[in-house]
């Protein structure tokens, strides 16, 4: 997938905020450009009030890194900004300076379809300061809501009990890309296929489809649209039955299938769209049945989310696929992730690493500082805790790690367990070394991971905290840095 090519055929370079080039511009004026800093991206609180969050859009990023640069018409738009003054805002020799600026950074990243979890680094960016300030808006665009979309996706699954999610939502999705980007996220975290055609084409996801109410209303009858259906796709009989009255519908896709097996084809089931899903599945799974149909899906829609479903499994509802669409591709209980990107180390004049620490009033907004790894904890097979550290400081062969919002809390990993660090590299030097995995191994990477953490992160109410602390050492150095910091200011 080369979305820059194939879908935008344009530079994405401006796609930032004007605040990264002015202050690009403020680090080039005061010959700081090239000074190697370290920036991590990260959340703060997995969204839904859930336990886990999904990693997604790794690929996205690989593609705006791959084609970063600014083209003629980008500069040639920057040279026509003004300040306050009505003077140009950036100087010629900046906009030369951008034209010929090549991505060169180090980048490593979470592979996408991770469990993830608060304060972890999902990215982490080093590189000349100017190039890496650059990337924060794209970078979070791209993270925040794919990442979003596929644990709302995969929650989803979960609620079904193992049985097909398909996403429906692009037609209320948030304009072209989000509706792109949606049907992505959305199978990676565990749907089954997508009604975004131009989706399956760019990522290779699987297409389905049935047809809409106006179909049946373009009929004098409803027997006659889904007859004149059949007729016409007779290996796509999937009959939405609630235009006029909803089990009379299911009475006539019985009709129609049984002819479909005269013919040699099977109705491959109904839809509901509307009404008590609850009750009118369980009527209509006895039609079906007694009529010999006991292989056809009840597939349902109307506005689901996890919790509608779940509700709907409690009510013994009689439905087996699961059609989703606006309240997952628009997020609608949570709008934004609300992933952040701060820096955490710069070099200065003497080349060792001068460390940062953002402060606030709020314990969880305080950044951690280092050049930042995460590693992951086995126990037989599952998962046990994630600790966060710094890669510059050497580990126990027993590292114990602390919880930075309590640091009375704290966890020792005995040195035989088996772990593995999340962060793997994807750029060197500008240059690609990662080689992205296709969509359907990412897919079943979400579910192999769910599968190796303790149900309780995913519950959907008041879900198991998952332990991630920050080793020892580094949690140490933060609190000391903290009270300097809060010392000088």
Same mark, same amino acid.
């Given at each position: ?366 950044? #951690? *500082?280092?050049?930042?790894? $995460?590693?992951?904890?086995? @126990?037989? !097979?599952? &998962?046990?805790? =994630?600790? +966060? ?72 109410? #008041? *879900?198991?905290?998952?332990? $991630?602390?920050?080793?020892? @050492?580094? !949690?140490? &150095?933060?609190? =000391?840095? +903290? ?7």
């Amino acid at each position: 997938m080369k979305l820059t090519q194939d879908l935008y055929r344009t530079s994405l370079s401006l796609l930032t905020d004007l605040y990264q080039l002015t202050m690009a511009y403020g680090y080039w004026k005061a010959g700081k450009a090239d000074r190697e800093a370290v920036f991590h991206l990260f959340f703060r609180k997995n969204p839904f009030q859930g336990g886990f969050t999904i990693a997604c859009g790794l690929e996205y990023v690989i593609d705006y890194l791959n084609n970063f640069s600014f083209q003629a018409e980008d500069i040639a738009y920057l040279a026509s900004l003004k300040g306050n003054d009505n003077k140009p805002l950036f100087e010629v020799d900046f906009l030369e300076y951008l034209q010929n600026l090549r991505f060169s950074c180090d980048v490593w990243a979470i592979p996408e379809g991770t469990v993830v979890f608060p304060h972890e680094p999902l990215l982490r960016v080093q590189g000349s300061i100017l190039q890496c300030q650059l990337l924060e808006t794209a970078l979070l665009n791209i993270i925040n809501y794919q990442s979003l979309v596929a644990t709302k996706a995969a929650r989803m699954v979960i609620a079904t009990k193992g049985e097909q999610v398909l996403e429906f939502g692009l037609r209320r999705a948030q304009g072209i890309d989000g509706g792109l980007a949606a049907s992505r996220a959305a199978y990676i975290g565990g749907c089954s296929a997508t009604s975004n055609v131009l989706a399956g084409k760019l990522f290779g996801i699987p297409v389905k489809g049935t047809h809409a109410h106006s179909w049946v209303m373009s009929f004098d009858t409803e027997l006659e649209a889904f007859e004149t259906y059949a007729h016409h796709l007779p290996n796509n009989c999937v009959f939405l039955v609630d235009t006029y009255d909803t089990l009379q519908g299911v009475r006539h896709a019985v009709k129609i299938g049984k002819k479909l097996r005269e013919k040699g084809y099977e109705m491959v089931g109904i839809r509901l769209d509307s009404g008590d899903l609850a009750y009118l599945s369980i009527e209509a799974r006895k039609i079906l049945d007694e009529a010999g149909f006991t292989k056809a899906s009840i597939v349902a829609s109307n506005d689901l989310d996890e919790n509608i479903i779940s509700s709907l499994k409690e009510q013994k509802a009689q439905i087996n696929v699961w059609g989703v669409g606006t309240k997952l591709v628009t997020s609608y209980d949570q709008p934004a992730l609300g992933g952040v990107y701060k820096i955490s180390a710069v070099k200065n004049d003497k080349n060792t690493w001068d460390y940062k620490v953002k402060l606030s009033e709020q314990a969880v907004k305080v950044s #951690n *500082p280092g050049i930042l790894q $995460v590693r992951r904890f086995q @126990k037989e !097979n599952e &998962f046990i805790g =994630d600790m +966060i550290y710094n890669v510059e400081f050497a580990l126990a062969q027993e590292p114990t790690m602390v919880d930075p919002i309590d640091i009375t809390r704290s966890k020792t990993f005995e040195a035989q367990l088996p772990s593995h660090d999340l962060l793997v590299p994807i750029f060197q030097g500008g240059e690609c070394i990662y080689q992205t995995p296709d969509i359907e191994a990412i897919r079943q990477r979400t579910q192999t991971q769910l599968q190796m953490f303790h149900a309780g992160i995913k519950r959907f109410v #008041n *879900p198991h905290s998952y332990p $991630v602390g920050l080793e020892e @050492k580094l !949690n140490q &150095f933060k609190l =000391d840095l +903290i009270k300097k910091l809060r010392k000088q200011k």
